[in-house]
């Protein structure tokens, strides 16, 4: 079964806290996978089974303290 992975610019990542506190709101989506936060270049990819929600990654990016501005 092939994974799907979808990648999302974010604002607001500073540092390592910042791409842990995504990652851990991310991860407890259904059906992720895997979940990369990389603050120096503000990108966020999100993988699989199936393409993640977006509107659910948004959701839980913002529940992280950041903004979901769209797919990189």
Do not use: F, N, W
């Amino acid at each position: 079964m092939s994974e799907t992975t979808i990648t999302y610019q974010v604002s607001g990542m500073s540092c390592g806290h910042c791409e842990k506190a995504i990652t851990e709101e991310v991860s407890a989506l259904d059906g992720v996978t895997e979940v990369k936060a990389v603050a120096a270049t503000g990108l966020v990819s999100v993988t699989g089974a199936a393409a993640p929600d977006e509107a659910a990654v948004r959701a839980a990016v913002d529940e992280a303290g950041y903004e979901l501005v769209g797919r990189a």
